[in-house]
């Protein structure tokens, strides 16, 4: 098997890219053509092979192999959906949350616990993982996540092991559950639209009432309580031209802020009902740059999900193997987003459900197993993409759905992520790029 080597613009010369031996360096054209004629064959010059000899040092020329999802299916870490009620009615929410009528059983809750346990102590690991999202707000059902959080710690102290307990939420919640909380939560992820117009606009309450200052008040008690935590803002075509502003606003106003998340909206459930629509690849790319230079030099890390130019995978996330997910309603998804059977895509990613006679969990493998077939290296479109090992294929609910791995077309995510993974490559050598002129390859 040929190396996978990539030759990426870089004004009059390029730049090599190894993503499987982590190497990248700038060239000119004649170390391009004598490592073309090494891999094709070809006779080489003196020259070209001093220059591959070079290259030979770094091992670019070697086989190396790519990632691969794990052996088998055994997660240390549980997703728990305490409820799909949500008192907020944002304008783009993927599920669409409202008066959820659904709250995880505790027997279910138990059962997931206690299954990412014993696998943790069957692969020899010290520690596994207890989080809380959901297709509502995890803390609608506070006494279940308490309860969670009580049977966690007492199970871990029986086995001997320690835990990780993280929550996504909306922030809007009484300051005595988030004091509760703050016993075993140590991280956690807001979503917030940040700039106060903007969240009481796209984020209100379900009475439509403004949210700012509910979820305000929360950051800033978190901020006092020196608990970790990152906030993830969705982005539209109408607030796209705003990221510096939410990065400038979260550096003057929430300084312990770790990760601050931006990610385009995705046009699905409620989105499609109120016309929120994603922001131009190109804009995203030049306003995203725009927010980094304005956190150059504070603690907080700029993020968006395919900006990954330090990892290898093979799948963009755990959704092919080890994704493990128990929603209020006792299904196991692969997908925080596809956690109904009212999603369309539900029959690909949902692979499992809660039985309460047995107090254990039924799994379908046949869904598994074709879910463990949606990695990178098998979709054809993504084959000669320089980043292909960095992203993993992209998340597959969004790119793939019910489609089959042959129809992926790319989208304008692909575009956003070889933008900004370029940019990383070009940061790696040293140059420099200016925030306002996005590079796309």
């Known amino acids: 098997m040929k190396p996978d080597l990539f030759f990426l613009p870089y004004g009059d010369k390029e730049i090599l890219y190894a993503p499987l031996k982590r190497f990248v360096a700038e060239v000119n054209a004649g170390a391009r053509a004598a490592a073309a004629l090494r891999l094709s064959g070809g006779e080489l010059s003196e020259e070209q092979e001093q220059t591959n000899k070079i290259l030979e040092k770094y091992g670019v020329f070697d086989e190396a192999d790519p990632p691969e999802l794990d052996a088998e299916f055994s997660p240390t870490r549980v997703t728990l959906f305490p409820s799909d009620k949500c008192n907020l009615r944002c304008l783009y929410c993927y599920a669409s949350a409202e008066k959820g009528e659904s709250r995880l059983s505790m027997p279910a809750a138990r059962a997931a616990i206690d299954f990412v346990i014993e696998n943790a102590k069957k692969l020899g690991h010290g520690m596994f993982g207890v989080g809380f999202h959901g297709n509502g707000e995890p803390f609608s059902a506070a006494g279940v996540i308490q309860e969670c959080c009580e049977y966690t710690e007492s199970a871990a102290e029986a086995n001997g092991l320690k835990f990780t307990v993280s929550a996504a939420t909306n922030g809007v ?129 700029p993020v968006y999900s395919g900006e990954r130019a330090d990892s290898l995978c093979c799948s963009f996330c755990s959704v092919c193997r080890n994704g493990f997910t128990v929603t209020a309603e006792g299904n196991v998804t692969s997908c925080y987003e596809i956690c109904t059977y009212r999603d369309g895509r539900a029959k690909r990613f949902i692979y499992g459900k809660f039985d309460a006679e047995t107090g254990g969990f039924i799994f379908d493998r046949k869904v598994m197993d074709a879910l463990a077939e949606l990695t990178v290296n098998n979709i054809p479109y993504c084959r000669d993409c320089f980043c292909k090992w960095n992203c993993g294929g992209d998340c597959v609910a969004k790119t793939l759905g019910l489609n089959d791995v042959s129809e992926h077309r790319g989208s304008a995510r692909c575009v956003i992520t070889r933008a900004l993974i370029y940019r990383q490559l070009l940061a790696k050598l040293g140059a420099v790029v200016s925030e306002t002129e996005p590079v796309f390859v």
């Open 173 to 301: 919640m009484p300051e005595a559950v988030l004091d509760r909380m703050l016993a075993w939560i140590t991280d956690f992820n807001i979503s917030s639209d940040i700039l106060p117009d903007l969240q009481n606009e796209q984020r209100p309450l379900a009475d439509g009432g403004p949210s700012f200052e509910r979820v305000d008040a929360t950051i800033k008690r978190l901020d006092a309580a020196g608990v970790q935590y990152g906030i993830r803002a969705t982005i539209t075509a109408k607030s796209v031209g705003r990221l510096r502003e939410m990065a400038e606003f979260v550096k003057d106003r929430y300084p312990n802020c770790n990760l601050l998340h931006f990610e385009p909206v995705f046009e699905v459930g409620r989105a499609l009902k109120t016309g929120q629509t994603a922001p131009e690849p190109e804009t995203f790319v030049r306003e995203y740059c725009r927010a980094q230079a304005a956190l150059s030099g504070t603690k907080i890390r």
